[in-house]
């Protein structure tokens, strides 16, 4: 097969867009030809890497991936309304840059968010007659308007309509959680058409190891709650923030918190309004480092702002996480997430919006009240049994060549 891949957000940027450079570096593999048109590497710090600037179109091969980046305008994580001009401007400059991608394609897969991705593939996909297969990793606009970085408007109501539209256009959907699947058919669309591939999680975080990180920050004697990932509009880290102001008097605890985003500011402000000195904040790090900090942590923790459509979501990072052999605490008190660390061997929740529980169950973690270590290892054995990228990437795959089959 020849596939063409349709994506904003590509590796060497950083987050959930991983699963689409491994899941197509294992198509490759398989023997199938694989293209990818994304942007101009700038995610999530607005930054374009010097040899990527000035280019409208930058051609480059990765692990036999043909890779077209295409011009964007850069918008850091904090810059919402730059990041809508950023959408906007890949757009067009895709549309342009696309016909230079000759060839035929027996698929093309679009990858959302931002809405944007899906229409150009929509676009393409009529132009070129091929099929269209669109992978839904989050809900757009209902999931910007219930964790509040999108306000309900004209505008949002014009996206739902065109994603709506354009569900019904494709000739299948890729939904990467069960929660978007049940959304997709509670909008009556067929079943036949919907398919869930998990992310699942690379060799790379099952086999880490901790790389000397606690040595090189200072760690070695601390108890350490880490969270990685965006400090952005869906998380609930204000909680966090309030949980360390109730553990100040156990000294050798300490929390981490490891990447950028528009609520980095807020958190700081907090620390130093608390006089805490038991919180770090030490950016976005290397990607190839991130499972070496979350094999060094004693405690891994995430929480999500408390709205309905949390209720379907599945954050990538908790294969991550879970693959680190870490007991999680998780800031949802139900919902497909939890269910998972149910299954997986014990979910350790709290209220996004209680800092007393969270601070609870930490101290919990600490005293080992509660066994963190035997937690870990279930999360860890369970991810080897269910849910490696390859396992994922292999139904992704047998999934690509049924609809490629006349």
């Given at each position: 097969?020849?596939?063409?891949?349709?994506?904003?957000?590509?590796?060497?940027?950083?987050?959930?867009?991983?699963?689409?450079?491994e899941?197509?570096a294992?198509?490759?593999?398989?023997?199938h030809n694989?293209?990818?048109?994304?942007?101009?590497?700038?995610?999530p710090?607005?930054?374009?890497?010097?040899?990527?600037?000035?280019?409208?179109?930058?051609?480059?091969?990765?692990?036999?991936?043909?890779?077209?980046r295409?011009?964007?305008?850069?918008?850091?994580?904090?810059?919402?309304?730059?990041?809508?001009?950023?959408?906007?401007?890949?757009?067009?400059?895709?549309?342009?840059n696309?016909?230079?991608?000759?060839?035929k394609?027996?698929?093309?897969?679009?990858?959302?968010?931002?809405?944007?991705?899906?229409l150009i593939?929509?676009i393409?996909?009529?132009?070129?007659r091929?099929?269209?297969?669109?992978?839904?990793?989050?809900?757009?606009?209902?999931?910007?308007?219930?964790?509040?970085?999108?306000?309900?408007?004209?505008f949002?109501?014009?996206?739902?309509?065109?994603m709506?539209?354009?569900?019904?256009r494709a000739?299948?959907?890729?939904c990467?959680?069960?929660?978007?699947?049940?959304?997709?058919?509670?909008?009556?669309?067929?079943?036949d058409?919907?398919?869930?591939?998990?992310?699942?999680?690379?060799?790379?975080?099952?086999?880490?190891?901790?790389?000397?990180?606690?040595?090189?920050f200072?760690?070695?004697d601390?108890?350490l709650?880490?969270?990685?990932?965006?400090?952005?509009?869906?998380?609930?880290?204000?909680?966090?923030?309030?949980?360390a102001s109730?553990?100040?008097?156990?000294?050798?605890?300490?929390?981490?918190?490891?990447?950028?985003?528009?609520?980095?500011?807020?958190?700081?402000k907090?620390?130093?309004?608390?006089?805490?000195?038991?919180?770090?904040?030490?950016?976005?790090?290397?990607?190839?480092?991130?499972?070496?900090?979350?094999?060094?942590?004693?405690?891994?923790?995430?929480?999500?702002?408390?709205v309905?459509?949390t209720?379907?979501?599945?954050?990538?990072?908790?294969?991550?996480y879970?693959?680190?052999?870490?007991?999680?605490?998780?800031?949802?008190?139900?919902?497909?997430?939890?269910?998972?660390?149910?299954?997986?061997?014990?979910?350790?929740?709290?209220?996004?919006?209680?800092?007393?529980e969270?601070?609870?169950?930490v101290?919990?973690?600490?005293?080992?009240?509660?066994d963190?270590?035997?937690?870990?290892?279930?999360?860890?054995?369970y991810?080897r049994l269910?849910?490696?990228?390859?396992?994922?990437?292999?139904?992704?795959?047998?999934?690509l060549?049924?609809?490629?089959?006349?």
């Amino acid at each position: 097969m020849r596939i063409l891949f349709i994506t904003q957000h590509f590796p060497p940027e950083r987050g959930a867009v991983r699963r689409l450079y491994e899941f197509a570096a294992f198509f490759k593999k398989a023997g199938h030809n694989v293209t990818v048109l994304t942007a101009l590497p700038n995610y999530p710090d607005g930054i374009i890497p010097p040899k990527y600037r000035g280019k409208f179109l930058f051609r480059e091969e990765m692990d036999g991936i043909e890779v077209y980046r295409s011009y964007v305008l850069p918008a850091s994580n904090a810059q919402p309304r730059k990041r809508m001009l950023g959408f906007i401007t890949f757009l067009f400059s895709s549309l342009i840059n696309g016909f230079r991608i000759k060839g035929k394609f027996d698929l093309i897969l679009a990858s959302s968010p931002p809405v944007t991705s899906p229409l150009i593939g929509y676009i393409f996909s009529r132009l070129r007659r091929t099929k269209l297969i669109l992978e839904i990793r989050d809900l757009q606009p209902e999931s910007g308007e219930q964790f509040g970085n999108l306000k309900k408007s004209l505008f949002t109501e014009l996206i739902r309509r065109v994603m709506r539209f354009l569900y019904r256009r494709a000739d299948h959907i890729v939904c990467v959680t069960e929660g978007i699947a049940e959304w997709m058919r509670s909008i009556d669309l067929p079943e036949d058409r919907l398919t869930t591939i998990k992310s699942g999680v690379g060799n790379n975080f099952i086999d880490s190891h901790s790389n000397g990180i606690r040595k090189k920050f200072g760690w070695e004697d601390k108890f350490l709650i880490l969270y990685a990932g965006t400090l952005g509009w869906a998380h609930s880290l204000e909680t966090v923030v309030e949980a360390a102001s109730h553990l100040t008097d156990q000294k050798d605890i300490r929390f981490v918190f490891i990447g950028e985003g528009h609520k980095r500011v807020t958190l700081e402000k907090m620390v130093r309004e608390y006089g805490l000195h038991n919180v770090s904040f030490i950016g976005s790090q290397p990607l190839e480092s991130i499972p070496y900090f979350l094999r060094a942590s004693d405690v891994l923790i995430e929480s999500l702002k408390d709205v309905p459509i949390t209720k379907g979501t599945f954050p990538c990072k908790l294969f991550e996480y879970m693959a680190s052999g870490r007991p999680i605490i998780f800031g949802s008190r139900s919902g497909e997430a939890t269910a998972e660390l149910e299954k997986a061997g014990g979910a350790l929740t709290f209220a996004s919006k209680d800092a007393q529980e969270l601070a609870k169950i930490v101290r919990s973690l600490y005293s080992k009240k509660i066994d963190g270590e035997n937690l870990g290892k279930k999360y860890h054995q369970y991810i080897r049994l269910h849910h490696t990228r390859e396992k994922w990437a292999g139904r992704y795959l047998d999934l690509l060549e049924k609809i490629n089959t006349p």
